[in-house]
């Protein structure tokens, strides 16, 4: 005999969805809050840092040949509606390719130098068929056209003007780094490959650490390019990958409360 409710325990259960569905209203609206929160945090000088304006001030270098499109999702956010979404996959049957980025890049020019940069990201998927091969989440931060780079980056350098300098944060994925580049400081924020299912908080004292790693505080530039990546690099030739990856609630800023 199929399993009936009567009419009060109908009652019940309408009720208990009812209250399911206003919880599940309150949740999401929280969460809206808090996003429109840190979009709206005083100072923070990126635009649109949860990506809840979609692609809003966020590109990526569509001329290069290594790098590829980003996505911004409905799901899997932090806060607020959306996230921006990053999936890396190479078959190792596939052609070979070396070196694959994916990233959110934004430009801006703000003066003076930012004091810290941060925010959060969360790794669903991490596999690599090699140990061989690269493959990380980095931040990267590059000064163009200081007028003082001739004397910043005094290593010997191939012909040409040097136009930029940069700093290089290793999120997670690596335990050395995969190359290294004549205007380029490396710094490792954490070690290992990262916690799957989880929001990982990453912040780095920007200004200080232009200061130590490169002797000054970028000043007079033209403008800053910011970069938060999942990449390969150095794979070999039948390895392959599969990763997924999301960043949210990105910051940039003169230290004005907590992160």
């Known amino acids: 005999m199929p399993w009936r409710l009567g009419r009060r325990g109908a009652r019940a259960t309408f009720a208990l969805v009812l209250g399911g569905l206003a919880a599940l209203s309150c949740d999401a609206g929280e969460r809206a809050e808090t996003a429109q929160a840190v979009a709206e945090r005083p100072g923070n000088l990126l635009t649109n840092p949860g990506f809840e304006a979609g692609r809003e001030g966020w590109s990526y270098p569509t001329y290069s040949k290594v790098w590829k499109d980003f996505e911004i999702v409905a799901s899997g956010a932090r806060t607020g509606r959306r996230a921006a979404y990053l999936r890396l996959e190479r078959d190792g049957g596939s052609p070979p390719k070396q070196v694959e980025v994916h990233g959110v890049v934004q430009e801006l020019r703000p003066q003076p130098f930012p004091e810290r940069l941060g ?3 969360r790794v669903q998927r991490w ?3 090699s140990e061989q091969a690269d493959l990380y989440l980095q931040v990267v931060v590059i000064v163009w ?11 010997e350098r191939p012909s040409g003007r040097l136009r930029n300098y940069q ?5 997670a994925g690596l335990e050395e780094p995969p190359f290294e580049l004549l205007n380029a400081r490396l710094e490792f924020v ?4 990262p916690k799957p299912g989880v929001w990982t908080h990453f ?3 920007l200004r200080a650490d232009f200061e130590r ?3 000054v505080v970028p000043e007079g530039y033209d403008r800053l390019r910011i970069l938060f990546e999942a990449r390969w690099d150095n794979m070999p030739e039948e390895a392959g990958v599969r990763a997924e990856v999301y960043y949210d609630d990105l910051y940039l800023d003169y230290g004005a409360g907590p992160g």
Do not use: F, H, N, Q
């Open 119 to 121: 925010g959060w990201y």
């Open 127 to 129: 596999e690599k068929d």
């Open 145 to 155: 056209d200081d007028p003082r780079i001739e004397t910043i980056v005094r290593s």
């Open 167 to 171: 700093v290089r944060y290793y999120l």
């Open 190 to 193: 954490a070690k290992g490959p």
């Open 203 to 205: 912040e780095m004292p």
């Open 213 to 215: 790693l490169w002797g």
